[in-house]
């Protein structure tokens, strides 16, 4: 729902998801690279990896989602390194699946019989501070007789070199800058001609598994020493470990709803969920807007920003999300990660951060050919230095909504809450990029000064708590302040829509995000009438733009697609709903056969763009359903 754009001045587009493979964009130079939607993300609540079709990791973070690959061909396919298993004559897989959480099972049905792939990032209780950081891949014949073939060639840090070695019981080591992994296959490997990867292959008959196991530590730890061998028995126990990690994980939400009446959790909204908890970085509450960097927003390249970093907005929508689900630690974790990354200090609250708290997270382009040679290829994010006015509301509105549950948020938090509406009042006035991150000249978005009013608003209902321990009186003016510029000017009475800025003729899709935070009633004739103008100006193929002023970028970007769910709970709240599910059927066309959605799409190809997994989309897919079940968030 933000944009993440690439500079202090930048805008950030989204596109999107896509379900089978599409004409290529980018030409005969876009041959090797899988389309988006042929990748499954896998993620222990540290690292991430794309898993494609072939049964290639193309993309793996580790230790950290927000640092540098250790596979990354998915952005440039002769220099990024990758790690395979799979039939020896490669081919796409017949069928995949999730079997619990993000354990990835992928079946290669071929002329000799059927090899079923099992992946995963080891889970266990007690992972948040002491993470196994370990990939198991476990490839099984189940019938017949395959030769299986393994490849992993890793290359550190975006595509750096990798020094790779052989030691005892069938271990390896790679390392590169300070970054190491060791590397344990049950079966031959052997370094290549250019000591460049390790490579084997097997022929396993039925009931007979390959297990590949892949540690990350630090470079002068695995210098140092490889460690023991894990096992085939222990491999098998991890699985088994992870698996029940996800089961136990779901349990703990008392809320999944029963969406088709028949007595089971929806599971679109289950593996929405998932993945929101997978972008999760458990050590510190933030949550990553995406798990990758780079991957282009239009067609033609250009648009790319590296989205593994946690903005406020996404991550306050994201933990709302889960906390409206039962999954109420990563709302706590959140509000305490917000706190701690700007050292309680309202001057200090930026709209993005590292995962780790980072508040220097510079952007800056690599030398790598992009997807589909479809650059530039960024990591860091210029957006730290945006003026992003919505950013007081969100902080408020969450504390609220978990308040309302049950959660005190303390003194000392609340402290920090009221320097935060505060700086509200201070800075309401001023023109900001908005959610969108537009580049250009600042202006006065209904967006942003609704989200400052739902600041001066969620603030009064806490000071009542805290004993009006607060300028309640100046905090009541400025939120009345704030309506009349909204109403005065900020809407266009002979259309009955509100504008996307003051004084505006246009409209965005921001302004669907009004009703969520009681600002005005979803069934209210000003609502109703903004609905039907998005409807009208920003419709594309039966989905939503974001908006179709200039945003200072070249080239055009696909379809938004949380903008067309954020319409669907609009339509079924105003009871639309015959409209509301016709919208809901186009935008879940959209995602791939595993249930995962990218941030747009692309209506000429049909395809997927932006980066993903997209927590934004994947929330924003949540809240439509549930809105369509008629449940309340």
Not at 574 to 593: S, V
Request: with cysteine; glycine share 12%; hydrophobic share 35%.
């Amino acid at each position: 729902m933000d944009g993440h754009g690439g500079s202090s001045t930048g805008a950030y587009s989204r596109p999107g998801p896509g379900a089978g493979r599409v004409d290529d964009p980018a030409g005969a130079s876009a041959a090797p690279y899988p389309p988006i939607e042929d990748y499954a993300f896998l993620s222990d609540c540290h690292s991430s990896a794309l898993v494609s079709r072939t049964g290639s990791i193309d993309w793996a973070c580790m230790p950290r989602a927000d640092e540098g690959s250790c596979f990354g061909r998915l952005l440039d396919w002769d220099r990024g390194g990758y790690c395979a298993i799979g039939p020896a004559h490669p081919e796409p897989c017949t069928s995949r699946r999730y079997v619990d959480g993000l354990v990835l099972e992928t079946t290669f049905r071929t002329d000799q019989g059927t090899l079923v792939l099992t992946d995963c990032y080891v889970m266990r209780e007690g992972g948040a501070e002491d993470p196994e950081r370990m990939l198991l891949r476990v490839a099984e014949v189940t019938d017949g007789s395959v030769p299986v073939r393994v490849v992993v060639e890793p290359r550190f840090d975006h595509g750096g070199a990798a020094w790779l070695r052989s030691h005892e019981d069938g271990l390896h080591s790679a390392l590169g800058g300070d970054d190491g992994l060791v590397i344990w296959c049950d079966h031959d490997l052997d370094l290549d001609d250019r000591a460049s990867a390790v490579t084997g292959e097997a022929r396993l008959d039925a009931g007979e598994r390959l297990r590949l196991a892949i540690r990350y530590d630090s470079a002068h730890h695995v210098d140092r020493s490889v460690g023991e061998a894990p096992g085939a028995d222990t491999v098998d126990d991890l699985v088994a470990g992870t698996l029940e990690w996800w089961r136990t994980w779901l349990n703990r939400s008392d809320r999944l709803p029963d969406v088709d009446g028949d007595g089971e959790p929806e599971a679109t909204v289950i593996r929405s969920a998932t993945v929101l908890e997978g972008l999760r970085h458990a050590p510190t509450g933030a949550v990553a807007a995406a798990a990758t960097t780079s991957l282009p927003e239009s067609p033609n390249g250009g648009r790319t920003w590296d989205y593994r970093y946690s903005w406020i907005r996404d991550s306050w929508m994201s933990v709302r999300t889960l906390h409206t689900l039962g999954f109420h630690r990563a709302a706590d974790g959140f509000r305490r990660f917000v706190q701690r990354a700007s050292a309680g200090r309202v001057e200090a609250l930026q709209v993005v951060y590292g995962l780790g708290g980072e508040r220097e997270i510079p952007e800056r382009t690599l030398d790598l050919s992009g997807w589909r040679g479809l650059g530039p290829v960024r990591i860091g994010n210029g957006a730290t230095g945006q003026r992003q006015n919505d950013t007081y509301g969100y902080l408020l509105d969450l504390t609220w909504r978990t308040w309302q549950q049950g959660e005190d948020p303390g003194p000392e938090y609340w402290t920090f809450l009221t320097r935060v509406v505060e700086q509200a009042r201070r800075t309401w006035r001023e023109p900001d990029r908005g959610i969108w991150e537009v580049r250009g000249t600042p202006r006065h978005f209904v967006h942003s000064l609704v989200m400052c009013w739902t600041a001066f608003d969620r603030g009064l209902g806490l000071a009542e708590h805290f004993d009006g321990d607060a300028p309640v009186k100046a905090w009541s003016t400025a939120r009345d302040e704030v309506i009349e510029a909204i109403e005065a000017v900020g809407y266009d009475p002979n259309r009955n829509t509100y504008r996307s800025h003051l004084l505006g003729e246009s409209v965005d899709a921001a302004l669907l995000l009004l009703p969520t935070v009681g600002y005005v009633a979803y069934d209210d004739e000003r609502m109703v009438g903004t609905v039907d103008a998005i409807i009208e100006d920003l419709g594309t193929d039966g989905l939503l733009r974001r908006y179709r002023a200039a945003d200072g970028l070249e080239g055009d970007e696909g379809v938004f697609l949380p903008c067309t769910f954020w319409l669907v709970e609009c339509l079924a709240r105003q009871g639309r709903m015959d409209e509301a599910e016709q919208w809901y059927d186009r935008a879940t066309a959209t995602a791939n056969d595993l249930g995962l959605y990218a941030e747009e799409w692309d209506p000429a190809t049909h395809s997927m763009l932006g980066n993903f997994p997209q927590a934004l989309t994947h929330l924003s897919h949540i809240g439509a359903t549930l809105a369509l079940a008629g449940v309340d968030t």
